[in-house]
């Protein structure tokens, strides 16, 4: 049960840092979203791709791709320039829809590991070995940072200097804990100790 509530709770705050991420990894030449619009363009069928857009903007996405399509049928150069050019209107289209700025296509090969580890459990259709990941990391560094901060505690009152270590090593861990608990509850840190 302490494992299953730790995972849910890890995963809730970690879920604020990996957002920008999360949100990021769908404008990547390997992320969900130009994984689908290759396979639409192989296939020539739109569908599937839709979910990433607005319905508002599906003429605009229709239209690009029945471009697409058709320019890739001169060759491999064309259909290159043409893969490419769908790409970048339905990922900026996406990232519009998320109120999210579109900063270009980013390569293949970068995405987060944790977001490809919540993609996997998502396709695998089981989320336990994601949350035993993200446990023990959460409880590695909540461990970590808890005893470097008692350590310095012990020694914060031999000088000024080592008195000021454990302030760094204190606001630290308070503020690693205080995010982690904010998001939890549902909302953020200001951290103004």
């Known amino acids: 049960m302490r494992k299953t509530l730790l995972g849910i709770a890890t995963v809730s705050a970690l879920s604020l840092s990996f957002a920008g991420t999360a949100v990021a990894h769908c404008d990547a030449l390997d992320g969900p979203v130009i994984n689908e619009a290759r396979t639409a363009l192989s296939s020539g069928d739109i569908t599937h791709v839709l979910k990433w857009i607005p319905a508002e903007d599906e003429a605009r996405i229709v239209?690009?791709?029945?471009?697409?399509?058709?320019?890739?049928?001169?060759?491999?150069?064309a259909q290159e320039l043409a893969d490419r050019q769908f790409f970048t209107e339905l990922v900026e289209v996406h990232r519009a829809s998320e109120g999210a700025p579109f900063t270009g296509i980013k390569p293949a090969g970068e995405i987060d590991p944790a977001v490809q580890l919540a993609d996997r459990a998502l396709e695998e259709g089981e989320i336990d070995a994601f949350l035993a990941r993200i446990v023990d990391k959460f409880e590695q560094n909540a461990r970590s940072a808890f005893e470097a901060t008692l350590a310095a505690k012990q020694q914060a009152g031999d000088s000024p200097e080592q008195g000021r270590e454990f302030v760094d090593h204190y606001v630290q861990y308070v503020h690693y804990l205080e995010d982690v608990h904010n998001v939890i509850a549902g909302y953020t840190s200001t951290h103004d100790h």
């Open 63 to 77: 239209a690009v791709f029945d471009k697409a399509v058709a320019v890739r049928q001169n060759g491999d150069n």
